[in-house]
């Protein structure tokens, strides 16, 4: 069982902003997040597209934006719970929660902060029947680990960056890659494009397009795939592998989410906006995109300042009767829960001769 003081479902900007508000409060953190990486939206969609409306930051690569949110929040020691989606809640005689994932790890705390955005990512899958007979026996949607692929032979289809970006790092690590693709042209940054170009070139990437994987082989693993080419659709021919790796993106849902008794309007959950952004559950709160309230703004800037004041409401809830008096980081400095201590230099009294 994990234990923590907020549990924050969804490691996106919010999610990782409300990790260093609460460390401001010397409450832990824990996330849960269905993606093997933190990040949000920020890091699965757009990460290499630059934001004009941070404060402060005039652009900034989205990826560069969670790089530096985690280096802000790392101080705290927050815990995470990546690749997996948090699936039901069930709440303690004493007041608590405890989150169980769709793989049966179980977090408890006493506050949970829904930072899910637009919903846990669930891989887009594609049509071929026999599919699900061979999920995380040699089918994987997204890649978690690299190690796992080292010296494997692999076959990895779609026609975006992910696709592009993970099979040329895998032409490093696998013993053979194949990217197949229906079309002949990517959809990708330019750079990535012309890098795969010259893998092939070079042999350590081959690239099947246009063309389909229509069929997996195997008995408890994958053993090959059967690949279609568009314009012999009568040709079906079969490349040995150990891996299949169809990347055609994600697709949100709130999922579970939805079903745990919250109020919900338009796919959102709705929240007192007027005081702390806890929902109809006390001790449940939800901020960032996944929240709804009258002239909300699913907005990055909008999800820091709701995180900042859903935690002095936490801060009451895990420390009743406590009183907390805010203060500027420039006065008080910040101690991180890993020893380390950040502050303003002091003024020093010293005549000026
Ligand atoms: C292309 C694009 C460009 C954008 N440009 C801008 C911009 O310029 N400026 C701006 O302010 N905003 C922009 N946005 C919007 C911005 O990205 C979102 O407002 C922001 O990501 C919301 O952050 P969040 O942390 O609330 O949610 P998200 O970033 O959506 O993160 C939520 C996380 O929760 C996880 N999750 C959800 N449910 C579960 C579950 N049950 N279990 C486990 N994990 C779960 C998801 O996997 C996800 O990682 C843009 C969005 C897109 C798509």
Redesign the pocket.
């Known amino acids: 069982m994990i234990k923590t003081d907020i549990l924050i479902?969804?490691?996106?900007?919010?999610?990782?902003f409300t990790v260093f508000e609460a460390g401001l409060l010397k409450l832990k953190c824990h996330l849960?997040?269905?993606?093997p990486q933190?990040?949000?939206?920020?890091s699965?969609?757009?990460p290499k597209?630059p934001?004009?409306?941070?404060p402060a930051y005039p652009e900034i690569l989205?990826g560069d934006l969670t790089d530096k949110l985690l280096e802000q929040c790392k101080q705290f020691e927050p815990g995470f719970t990546l690749g997996?989606?948090?699936?039901t809640i069930d709440k303690q005689k004493d007041g608590t929660f405890i989150v169980t994932?769709n793989k049966g790890t179980k977090h408890h705390a006493p506050v949970v902060a829904?930072?899910?955005?637009?919903?846990?990512?669930e891989p887009r899958k594609p049509l071929i029947h026999n599919i699900t007979d061979f999920e995380d026996k040699g089918v994987e949607y997204m890649i978690k680990e690299p190690e796992m692929y080292r010296n494997k032979k692999v076959v990895i289809a779609g026609g975006g960056d992910s696709a592009l970006d993970w099979s040329i790092f895998l032409s490093d690590v696998a013993s053979e890659v194949t990217l197949i693709h229906r079309r002949n042209e990517f959809r990708g940054h330019l750079d990535s494009v012309e890098k795969v170009q010259e893998l092939k070139n070079l042999g350590k990437i081959n690239l099947i397009t246009p063309a389909e994987v229509t069929g997996i082989v195997g008995h408890h693993h994958v053993k090959a795939v059967v690949v279609s080419q568009a314009e012999h659709i009568e040709k079906e021919f079969e490349i040995e592998c150990d891996h299949f790796i169809p990347l055609f993106g994600l697709s949100?849902k709130?999922?579970?989410?939805a079903n745990w008794g919250l109020e919900i309007e338009k796919n959102a959950i709705k929240v007192n906006n007027a005081l702390d952004y806890q929902t109809n559950i006390p001790g449940i709160f939800a901020?960032?995109?996944?929240n709804t309230y009258p002239g909300k703004l699913?907005?990055?800037?909008?999800?820091f300042h709701e995180a900042t004041l859903m935690c002095q409401a936490a801060y009451q809830i895990i420390n009743p009767g406590k009183r907390y008096v805010l203060k500027y980081t420039t006065v008080s400095g910040v101690d991180g829960f890993d020893g380390t201590r950040k502050e303003a230099p002091k003024a020093v009294v010293k005549a000026i001769e």
């Open positions: 479902i969804g490691a996106g900007p919010t999610g990782l849960i997040d269905a993606l933190p990040g949000g939206q920020c699965e969609i757009y597209k934001i004009y409306d941070i989205a997996e989606r948090a699936e994932t829904i930072a899910g955005g637009l919903g846990s990512f949100p709130l999922g579970p989410i901020i960032g995109d996944v699913k907005l990055i800037l909008c999800g």
